[in-house]
């Protein structure tokens, strides 16, 4: 009877794993925009941190130091937008309280 409750916890476990693969596979086709300056600067990145495009207006290209900065407020934009992407595709897969990354 023990060995019967084992292997239904067993196949429960790998079931979570494989879901778990597909979310994350899933995750790596889905692209996110950081937008900086009502877009002057945008940053296109996958939710597996793969950067596919960044776009800078031409008005900026003179001012090096607000074109760093608006950089940086693009990046911190697509990040956040990663994180509320993986944790509303995976979030659900986890114990209550648990957040990701691990």
């Not at 990145?45 to 607000?66: F, G, R, T």
Request: hydrophobic share 45%; charged share 20%.
């Amino acid at each position: 009877m023990m060995k019967g409750g084992m292997g239904n916890l067993m196949k429960q476990a790998q079931m979570m794993q494989a879901n778990m693969q597909k979310a994350q596979d899933e995750l790596g086709l889905i692209d996110v925009e950081g937008l900086a300056s009502n877009g002057l600067v945008k940053i296109a990145i996958s939710c597996k941190h793969q950067i596919k495009k960044i776009s800078i207006d031409p008005s900026v290209m003179n001012d090096h130091e607000m074109l760093e900065d608006l950089l940086i407020v693009a990046f911190k934009d697509a990040l956040h937008k990663i994180e509320q992407t993986t944790n509303a595709k995976m979030g659900n897969m986890l114990p209550p309280g648990m957040k990701l990354p691990f």
